[in-house]
């Protein structure tokens, strides 16, 4: 019997010994993301955690790319002597920026949270991109713990820990081009500016706005939303209630070219206004520009992103709104 087991202890110890050297191999994607200075998740949390611990810090911004890549700390600080942190990341669902915050407020509790409600966001299974690599930068707590086991679920609990071969995995195809076509490129994903905010200056152009895209086949279930994370954006409220925080809710602009494209979009601003309602929180919905100067082809990167141009004028007309 004992024979046996060693066996199988050795065999054991082999498998995850290639998980891990297969996990290092894949990750040379992490790696030249990093040397590119696209590794934003890591530079923000870094960052945050130098701020001086206290409560120092009037606002945290948190929500999917449209805040890291909308809401500039910097030029609301050199403007109106705002001081304030971007903890937003790519896709970040509700329930990720509820970790998120949990773990924030340890280090550095805001006076206000502004959170972005990007209604794509609310439909996100999948936890693992999107809040795996905020949880891969946070330091140790209770907190951090309660984000794995909580948010998780066992497959992106073991990518996340003992087998990282899992989340890496879909670096395969990138690995391939690189060293079997000589192609490294990666995609322009913009420049990290400091305090969370992640800048683009590009424009996109009309033709190109008016291409068909995954806002044209997009269709909306009748429980689009999943519980999770409206259940997550009521554990904020209250969480940020019972901390005396203030709480506000903002969705970024879109091109109005896009927007026409999402034939739900009535339903989205209803869901997110009575959700917004239902937990006591103000709700700013800019997703329709009209009035804000924001010009398509002048103020966006992409079909649904501010570029820095857009981000300035937008950020000049959220004075009030932000004022702790």
Partial sequence: MKPLLIRISVFLLGLMGLNFLLAYALGVLERDVDKRGYAF?????????????????????????????????????????????????????????????????????????VMELYFYTFMEADQLNNGGNNWLQMEASSAKWRFLWQAFDLYEIS???ILPVLRRKNALPYILRKYLRGDDHLDHAGKYKGAGYVE???????????????YDELGLAANWALPKHEKAIEEIAKFCAKRDIELRFISAPMPTLTVQKIKDQDRIDTYLQELATKVGVNYRNDTHNSGLGLVDSLHFFDNNHLNAEGVKIWNQQLKEFLSP
């Fill in 41 to 113: 998740d890591r530079y923000r949390w870094e960052e945050f955690y130098q701020l001086p611990k206290g409560d120092s810090l009037d606002i945290l911004f948190l929500g999917s790319s449209h805040a890291y890549r909308g809401f500039d700390p910097q030029q609301m600080e050199s403007s109106w002597r705002i001081k304030s942190f971007n903890l937003g990341s790519s896709g970040q669902t509700p329930l990720t920026s509820w970790h998120v915050l949990q773990n924030a407020v340890l280090h550095q509790p805001p006076k206000l949270v």
């Fill in 159 to 161: 990518a996340l820990t």
């Fill in 200 to 214: 683009r200056n590009e424009r996109i152009s009309t033709q190109q706005l008016s291409s068909p895209d995954l």
